[in-house]
């Protein structure tokens, strides 16, 4: 089933997301759907935040890099790798990238859906993907995407006046 993706100004995008307590039938069956919507979307990556559910669940399918199709289940960056600026975009900023720094290699520990606890070295745009989503899952939400000349926090400014949050 495909699902809705949030728009950048969304407030669960910057809420601190929940912890996933155990991996039942409902989080594989939200995990599946949020696979599809990336596929529909052409997206490498997509956080449950992304669809409305404020939980740490991220789906990500980026075989160029040796990362196939993962679910991570309350994902957590334990290493990180030399730091360095590269393009990146978002399924909540439809049409939008910008050059952040972001560590070319992480080690994150996740649940997969097994409810098995796994590390897991990735590199490249997989690294890329899974610090976005840690961001958003911590509570910095994809309104911490770094932008030139920090152009993202002024829209985030501007949509937060225009719905009584600043």
Do not use: W
Not at 18 to 23: H, I, L, N, R, T
């Amino acid at each position: 089933m495909l699902l809705d993706i949030l728009l950048f100004g969304d407030a669960i995008l910057r809420k601190k997301a929940d912890e996933v307590p155990a991996v039942t039938a409902a989080v594989r069956d939200l995990a599946a759907n949020m696979l599809e919507t990336m596929y529909y979307h052409d997206g490498l990556g997509l956080a449950a935040p992304q669809v409305g559910v404020s939980l740490r669940l991220f789906v990500m399918d980026v075989p160029r890099d040796g990362c196939g199709k993962t679910v991570l289940v309350n994902p957590v960056i334990r290493e990180r790798g030399e730091t360095g600026a590269v393009e990146e975009g978002c399924l909540s900023f439809p049409g939008i990238a910008g050059a952040v720094a972001r560590a070319a290699e992480v080690v994150v520990e996740f649940t997969d859906l097994s409810g098995k606890r796994v590390s897991k070295g990735v590199k490249g745009v997989a690294a890329q993907a899974v610090q976005l989503v840690h961001g958003l899952a911590r509570g910095r939400g994809v309104a911490a995407l770094p932008a030139p000349q920090g152009a993202l926090q002024v829209v985030q400014g501007l949509v937060d006046r225009a719905h009584g949050l600043a």
